[in-house]
């Protein structure tokens, strides 16, 4: 069973609702630290040094409507349906994926979405106003799936990143 086929099995089990997307969101940084890390080992190999540079992106949170925060990992699952927009840890292996913690859950009638291009990456902003709850997250930026999610949420592109909460208030 391959990676969609498995995250959409095992949303629709948990939630009980059709999936329409799933997809993989990074927290912000997670792919310029990536490259960068990248970058700076090939860097090491040519100079022969015994020293492998590693860079990781700061911490992200989920800001819930409740007033609690849940960290993000480096990667973890978005998932539209009908009526929400799931985030969940998971865990691959060998394609099959099994859920962990629900991060957070938006609904989307009442939901909000801002999105900036970067090099490589969108980012993406989900607000609901009130009770205030948002997050923060990018993905691969030429991908198609990025531009279904962009278009079934209908996000407002943005010029900075700086614009992504601002635009949505």
Same mark, same amino acid.
């Not at 329409?20 to 040519?46: F, M, N, Q």
């Not at 860079?55 to 973890?76: E, I, K, Q, W």
């Given at each position: 069973m391959g990676f969609v086929k498995s995250a959409t099995a095992?949303?629709?089990?948990?939630?009980g609702e059709h999936v329409e997307l799933v997809y993989v969101g990074s927290r912000p940084g997670a792919w310029g630290a990536l490259i960068t890390s990248?970058?700076?080992?090939g860097a090491a190999d040519l100079s022969s040094s015994p020293l492998t540079p590693f860079f990781t992106a700061r911490r992200a949170s989920?800001?819930?409507?409740?007033?609690?925060?849940?960290?993000?990992?480096?990667?973890?699952?978005v998932t539209v349906t009908a009526g929400n927009v799931y985030?969940? %840890? /998971?865990?691959?292996?060998?394609?099959?994926?099994?859920?962990?913690?629900?991060?957070?859950?938006?609904?989307? !009638?009442? @939901?909000?979405?801002a999105a900036v291009d970067r090099k490589i990456t969108r980012r993406f902003a989900l607000y609901i106003p009130d009770p205030r709850q948002?997050?923060?997250?990018?993905?691969?930026? %030429? /991908?198609?799936?990025?531009?279904r999610f962009t278009d079934m949420l209908g996000a407002t592109l943005v010029g900075s990143p !700086?614009? @992504?909460?601002?635009?949505?208030?």
């Amino acid at each position: 069973m391959g990676f969609v086929k498995s995250a959409t099995a095992a949303v629709e089990k948990q939630t009980g609702e059709h999936v329409e997307l799933v997809y993989v969101g990074s927290r912000p940084g997670a792919w310029g630290a990536l490259i960068t890390s990248e970058v700076a080992g090939g860097a090491a190999d040519l100079s022969s040094s015994p020293l492998t540079p590693f860079f990781t992106a700061r911490r992200a949170s989920v800001h819930r409507a409740d007033g609690s925060r849940a960290a993000l990992p480096t990667s973890f699952l978005v998932t539209v349906t009908a009526g929400n927009v799931y985030l969940h %840890k /998971h865990k691959e292996f060998w394609g099959r994926v099994t859920l962990k913690k629900e991060l957070a859950t938006f609904p989307r !009638a009442r @939901l909000r979405v801002a999105a900036v291009d970067r090099k490589i990456t969108r980012r993406f902003a989900l607000y609901i106003p009130d009770p205030r709850q948002f997050v923060i997250f990018e993905a691969y930026r %030429k /991908h198609e799936l990025t531009d279904r999610f962009t278009d079934m949420l209908g996000a407002t592109l943005v010029g900075s990143p !700086a614009e @992504l909460l601002t635009a949505l208030d």
